[in-house]
T-cell receptor, first 118, second 109 residues
Framework: GAGVSQSPRYKVAKRGQDVALRCDPI?????LFWYQQALGQGPEFLTY????????KSGLPSDRFFAERPEGSVSTLKIQRTQQEDSAVYLC????????????????FGEGSRLTVL | DAKTTQPTSMDCAEGRAANLPCNHS???????VYWYRQIHSQGPQYIIH???NNETNEMASLIITEDRKSSTLILPHATLRDTAVYYC??????????FGAGTILRVKS
C-alpha cells in the first residue's frame, strides 16, 4: 500500500476484554515500531521488530501487552484484560533497513488506532 | 538516547518564518537530530534530520550549532496548515525514537 495502514481506527472495549490492533507496514519495510500515545502526551515507545524478530520490547507496560509479526510484514498488538489506563492511541511505524543508501532513517507512521476502555 | 528540551508552545504569524528551538546538550557523537510534527488526529510526520551540518529540504531548514548542543527548525513561510506539535528527537540512526512533549506551534492569520 501507499502508506502504513492500521485497523481498527477506533475501538471501544469494556474493561477486562481482550483487543487486537493490526498494522500493515509499507511493503518491503524491514523495521516496525509500536508506540502508545496518551491524550496530550508525546508517543511512547512500546516495541520494535526487525523482520519477524522482536528485538526490543522494553516499552511494553505489562505482560498483558503482546506483539507479534510472524511473517515479517503485518504486525498485531494484543492487549489482554484491558484496563482504563490502556485508553490511548496506538501508533505503528515502519522504516527501511538502516543500510539502505536511500534511507533517511525516517519512520513512516500510520494514523493510529484509538482505544477507549470503559 | 539524549534528552531534548523544547518550549511548550509558540505562536507565529502566517507568512512569517517560524523558528523552533531545541536543546540537546547531552547528545552523543553518533546521534542524529530528528524533527517530526503531528497534526491533530494524525500520526507523526518526518520533517528533517541532521548530524552536524545544516540541512534544508522542501519543508524546512535545520540549523545545528557547532557544539551540537542545540538546534533550530525553521519553517520559512508558515501557513495555517503548519499548526501542529513539533517534536525534536536526538537518537541513533535507525533506532527507536524517544519522543518528548514537543512544542505546540500555533500559526495565526
Amino acid at each position: 500500500g501507499a502508506g502504513v495502514s492500521q485497523s481498527p481506527r477506533y475501538k471501544v472495549a469494556k474493561r477486562g476484554q481482550d483487543v487486537a490492533l493490526r498494522c500493515d507496514p509499507i511493503s518491503g519495510h524491514v523495521s516496525l515500531f509500536w508506540y502508545q500515545q496518551a491524550l496530550g502526551q508525546g508517543p511512547e515507545f512500546l516495541t520494535y521488530f526487525q523482520n519477524e524478530a522482536q528485538l526490543d520490547k522494553s516499552g511494553l507496560p505489562s505482560d498483558r501487552f503482546f506483539a507479534e509479526r510472524p511473517e515479517g510484514s503485518v504486525s498485531t498488538l494484543k492487549i489482554q484484560r484491558t484496563q482504563q489506563e490502556d485508553s490511548a492511541v496506538y501508533l505503528c511505524a515502519s522504516s527501511f533497513p538502516f543500510f539502505s543508501r536511500t534511507d533517511t532513517g525516517e519512520l513512516f507512521f500510520g494514523e493510529g488506532s484509538r482505544l477507549t476502555v470503559l | 538516547d539524549a534528552k531534548t528540551t523544547q518550549p511548550t508552545s509558540m505562536d507565529c504569524a502566517e507568512g512569517r518564518a517560524a523558528n523552533l528551538p531545541c536543546n540537546h546538550s547531552t547528545i552523543s557523537g553518533n546521534e542524529y537530530v530528528y524533527w517530526y510534527r503531528q497534526i491533530h488526529s494524525q500520526g507523526p510526520q518526518y520533517i528533517i534530520h541532521g548530524l552536524k551540518n545544516n540541512e534544508t529540504n522542501e519543508m524546512a531548514s535545520l540549523i545545528i550549532t557547532e557544539d551540537r548542543k542545540s538546534s533550530t527548525l525553521i519553517l520559512p513561510h508558515a501557513t495555517l496548515r503548519d499548526t501542529a506539535v513539533y517534536y525534536c528527537i536526538a537518537g541513533g540512526y535507525g533506532n527507536k525514537l524517544v519522543f518528548g512533549a514537543g512544542t505546540i506551534l500555533r500559526v495565526k492569520s
